[in-house]
């Protein structure tokens, strides 16, 4: 069974950093993409980063050049390095693990709050 646990969340202030982790149990690092998404009140959920198998990088437009996301495969875990945070960045950040069979998890989400 995959688990996926983030950490690294909490509060800080506009222009800071924070460091998001995802410890993934039970995965096999083949065939796969894993993210990061995202969910502020009253939103939808929207992708933030991604990392393919090959390495292939994908951020949306809003965290381009201030967000970089990484894995270290000895560990199954994948960091999302955020800096120069701003407010509107407060969401609950999700973990993602997608396989090419389509079979798809989710973390239980970890809060970032940034204050203006």
């Known amino acids: 069974q995959v688990h996926l646990e983030e950490s690294g969340g909490g509060l800080v202030q506009a222009g800071g950093s924070l460091r998001l982790s995802c410890a993934a149990s039970g995965a096999i690092f083949s065939g796969y993409v894993m993210g990061w998404y995202r969910q502020a009140p009253g939103k939808q959920r929207e992708l933030v980063a991604r990392i393919t198998r090959t390495d292939r990088l994908d951020y949306s437009d809003s965290v381009k050049g201030r967000f970089t996301i990484s894995r270290a495969n000895a560990k199954n875990t994948v960091y999302l390095q955020m800096n120069s945070l701003k407010p509107e960045d407060t969401a609950v950040y999700y973990c993602?693990?997608?396989?090419?069979?389509?079979?798809?998890?989710w973390g239980q989400g970890t809060q970032v709050t940034v204050s203006s």
């Open positions: 993602n693990l997608l396989y090419i069979s389509g079979a798809n998890y």
